[in-house]
């Protein structure tokens, strides 16, 4: 079975902090990673993905996520967070080999504190 | 812009009565999903669809139906709904290869309540 982890399910931090959210998979074929963004009460935005090349991806609002082959993760950084940061953040992988049917994370809610 | 549209956005409805949700995208997107999110779930799957006329189960199929009459839209509908459907249910539209391949565009989500 492919699982998606997202550790921890919230992460408080104070305005200006950097931050880390942890996505670990396990699936061994070619897929496709990407976060997603949730703020209250809204839909998903689409952050970030990666497929291959340069294993550190720039997003929108300076968010960037680091591939790891070896670790099986595709964390997510903020260099310095702000208060609309707050939000829940969603990793998902795409599968090739399953018509890139999307598998997700649970999420994990991010803080900011002022 | 990438635009998917749900309505209705809130919905009070009786056990036992028909729901049906519609999505609409201006994405010209072949792929179409709903899912529906629940705390302690996340997303979970529902229908998908990879053009109009077509419609495949997701992980979570039953008790609904999903009708892609055309590019622009696809419904879900609860044809007998239940307490256990009251969720937000998320419709979402992508590429169906490409460079974008995993990225979707989501509604801003349809809140279910059934008493």
């Known amino acids: 079975t492919q699982t998606v982890s997202q550790s921890d399910a919230h992460v408080t931090v104070f305005e200006g902090d950097s931050v880390e959210l942890r996505c670990n998979y396990s699936?061994?074929?070619?897929?496709?990673l990407s976060w997603y963004i949730q703020h209250h009460g809204r839909g998903l935005q689409f952050l970030l993905k990666?497929?291959?090349?340069n294993p550190v991806v720039q997003g929108v609002n300076g968010f960037e996520a680091e591939f790891s082959k070896s670790d099986s993760s595709f964390h997510l950084r903020k260099a310095s967070v702000h208060w609309s940061d707050s939000a829940v953040y969603f990793c998902a992988v795409s599968r090739m080999d399953s018509n890139y049917q999307l598998i997700w994370g649970s999420g994990t809610k991010l803080i900011i504190k002022p | 812009e990438a635009a998917v549209t749900q309505s209705p956005r809130n919905k009070v409805a009786v056990t036992g009565g028909k729901v049906t949700l519609s999505c609409n995208q201006t994405n010209n997107h072949n792929n179409m999903y709903w899912y529906r999110q629940d705390t302690g779930h996340g997303l979970r799957l529902i229908h998908y669809s990879y053009g109009a006329g077509s419609t495949e189960k997701g992980d979570i199929p039953d008790g609904y139906k999903a009708s892609r009459p055309s590019q622009e839209n696809f419904s879900l509908i609860l044809e007998l709904a239940t307490p256990s459907q009251t969720s937000v249910y998320f419709c979402a539209s992508g590429p169906r290869l490409g460079a974008n391949t995993g990225q979707l565009y989501f509604g801003e989500g349809s809140k279910l309540t059934v008493l």
């Open positions: 699936y061994g074929g070619s897929i496709y």
């Open positions: 990666y497929y291959s090349g």
